[in-house]
């Protein structure tokens, strides 16, 4: 199995930018697409971006198309979350998963808070 662990987040003033990391370990000879999902206080956990296994596609949530890039780097097994132009309503818990889709998330890290405001 591939276990990821989540690290970057913190507290950034609307309009700001962070960069989150997601680091796998295990079985990462494997070929898997890598997900970033989130979850708001009191919301649902959900999906907001993910990546193939090439790091060549990429798909994203449309609440945050254009402001996030994902990206991968194979040789050190470690996915990349670029947040720009953070709204207040990105304010959640990130995780990340080797999953593409939500419902096929079967296990959670502790994942990384991001907290955006003034």
């Known amino acids: 199995q591939v276990q990821m662990e989540e690290s970057g987040g913190g507290l950034v003033r609307p309009g700001g930018s962070l960069r989150l990391s997601c680091a796998a370990s295990?079985?990462?000879?494997?070929?898997?697409?890598v997900g970033w999902f989130r979850q708001a206080p009191g919301k649902e956990r959900e999906f907001v971006a993910a990546?193939?296994?090439?790091?060549?596609?990429?798909a994203y949530a449309d609440s945050v198309k254009g402001r996030f890039t994902i990206s991968r780097d194979s040789a050190n097994n470690t996915v990349y979350l670029q947040m720009d132009s953070l709204k207040p309503e990105d304010t959640a818990v990130y995780y990340c998963?080797?999953?593409?889709?939500?419902?096929?998330?079967?296990?959670w890290g502790q994942g990384t808070q991001v907290i955006v405001s003034s």
């Open positions: 998963a080797p999953k593409a889709t939500l419902s096929d998330v079967t296990h």
């Open positions: 295990g079985h990462t000879y494997k070929r898997y697409a």
């Open positions: 990546t193939s296994w090439s790091g060549a596609t990429a």
